[in-house]
């Protein structure tokens, strides 16, 4: 799975706004907070905002908070909102690909791959990584000895 530079940036605004919340935080925050441009994080809001993962606040005092409390909000949530779906085979879902012959049975394996993010993703509140407090199930995919190995 490849995490997009605008997921990156939305679950690190999520969790800014998570540590922040219910108090309302201005892009100017969140960006010098999180080292990010701008720019670039107002579109981000934008988009968590239309997928009702963050609501907005006009004015001098506004600002961005998230629309439910952090316990309530996933990763999956946030990196949907941004991204779209979380597992993609040319731009299809996995259980609509089809194939032939020795590939007959690839969309199996596409579908275990979406399972298993998901299993992560969506099982994470924003509230458990601001707190460290990650489920048992990921926090022993961490603890395994090639975890942290590149391949």
């Not at 990196?79 to 690839?106: H, I, K, Q, S």
């Amino acid at each position: 799975m490849q995490i997009s530079a605008r997921g990156d940036y939305a679950v690190r605004a999520a969790l800014s706004l998570a540590t922040a919340y219910p108090t309302l935080l201005s892009t100017q925050a969140i960006a010098a907070e999180q080292d990010m441009p701008r720019k670039f994080l107002e579109a981000v809001l934008a988009d968590l905002r239309r997928a009702g993962v963050v609501r907005a606040q006009r004015g001098a005092e506004g600002g961005y908070t998230l629309a439910r409390p952090p316990r309530k909000v996933t990763i999956g949530h946030v990196l949907r909102a941004v991204d779209g779906p979380l597992a993609g085979v040319r731009g299809l879902r996995p259980e609509e690909t089809r194939y032939e012959g020795a590939a007959e049975n690839l969309p199996r394996l596409w579908v275990a791959v979406r399972a298993s993010v998901r299993r992560v993703v969506d099982e994470v509140s924003l509230d458990e990584l601001v707190s460290g407090r990650l489920p048992a199930h990921v926090r022993k995919l961490t603890a395994q000895p090639d975890a942290w190995e590149p391949r």
